[in-house]
């Protein structure tokens, strides 16, 4: 009985070290947060999501076009939801400068660092209706303003005069900074080459205008469109 004792006690220790010397499970790795992840091109425009996805989307938005401002109400729940949020997909933005105004908008959209991108995209297109309002009744005088012949007295007066300050100071901008922004002269003039090679090289006429996987993608320019493409390379 003795000798059974201590062959109980010394499996039961066996047991103990054994256990001890095991190394506990690694915690799972972070969930990582694809919807908060955005980069700034070499060709100024922006992408958010997985920069590996398998299935990359890039829209070309001019910022004056009321049909990006529907695709964007439409398609951005269920872009960052089923899209980008799972890792499958990424969308790159790119501004296509249609005129002054435009070029005024996308200006102040690159306002700050990548992270703030896509939210100023947002606001702009979100409240288009609004800001464009004023254009109907232009006085002369701001029409004068609006052709300056220096470039930050031009961009400077198409904000002041549709508010785009106001829209910017509500994402948390100072005036010196929008100010700053939209005298990036060297920003504009190569939005505008870049609007000239995606004209050229991806067959861009109008907007929105999508590219998937590299391929532009002809006769699509609304999310409803654009959804069964997207779900056939995600399946």
């Known amino acids: 009985m003795k000798t059974f004792g201590l062959l109980l006690a010394a499996l039961c220790g066996a047991m103990l070290l054994t256990a001890a010397s095991k190394p506990?499970?690694?915690?799972?790795?972070?969930?990582a947060n694809w919807a908060g992840m955005v980069t700034r091109t070499p060709i100024d425009s922006h992408i958010v999501g997985n920069p590996n996805a398998p299935?990359?989307?890039?829209?070309?938005?001019?910022?004056?076009?009321?049909?990006?401002?529907?695709?964007?109400?439409?398609?951005?729940?269920?872009?960052?939801?089923?899209f980008?949020?799972?890792g499958k997909g990424s969308i790159e933005v790119r501004s296509y400068v249609r005129d002054g105004i435009d070029l005024t908008v996308a200006l102040l959209t690159h306002c700050g660092p990548p992270s703030k991108f896509f939210a100023n995209h947002s606001t702009f297109l979100r409240h288009q209706t609004?800001?464009?309002?004023?254009?109907?009744?232009?006085?002369?005088?701001?029409?004068a303003r609006w052709s300056?012949?220096?470039?930050?007295?031009?961009?400077?007066?198409?904000?002041?005069?549709?508010?785009?300050?106001?829209?910017?100071?509500?994402?948390?901008?100072?005036?010196?900074?929008?100010?700053?922004?939209l005298a990036d002269k060297a920003l504009a003039e190569r939005l505008a080459q870049h609007t000239k090679e995606a004209t050229e090289k991806d067959f861009v006429s109008g907007t929105p205008s999508f590219l998937l996987n590299g391929v532009p993608l002809s006769g699509t320019y609304s999310w409803d469109a654009l959804k069964p493409q997207i779900e056939a390379r995600l399946r």
């Not at 299935?55 to 089923?82: M, N, W």
């Not at 007295?153 to 700053?180: C, F, K, N, S």
């Open 84 to 86: 980008i949020a799972t």
């Open 24 to 31: 506990a499970p690694k915690p799972a790795p972070p969930k």
């Open 55 to 82: 299935v990359k989307l890039v829209e070309y938005i001019s910022y004056t076009c009321p049909h990006c401002a529907h695709f964007e109400q439409e398609s951005d729940a269920q872009l960052r939801i089923g």
């Open 130 to 143: 609004t800001w464009m309002a004023p254009i109907a009744s232009l006085t002369d005088g701001q029409k």
């Open 148 to 181: 300056s012949p220096d470039f930050a007295t031009r961009t400077r007066a198409i904000a002041g005069d549709l508010g785009l300050y106001a829209l910017m100071e509500a994402r948390g901008y100072g005036r010196p900074e929008v100010d700053r922004c």
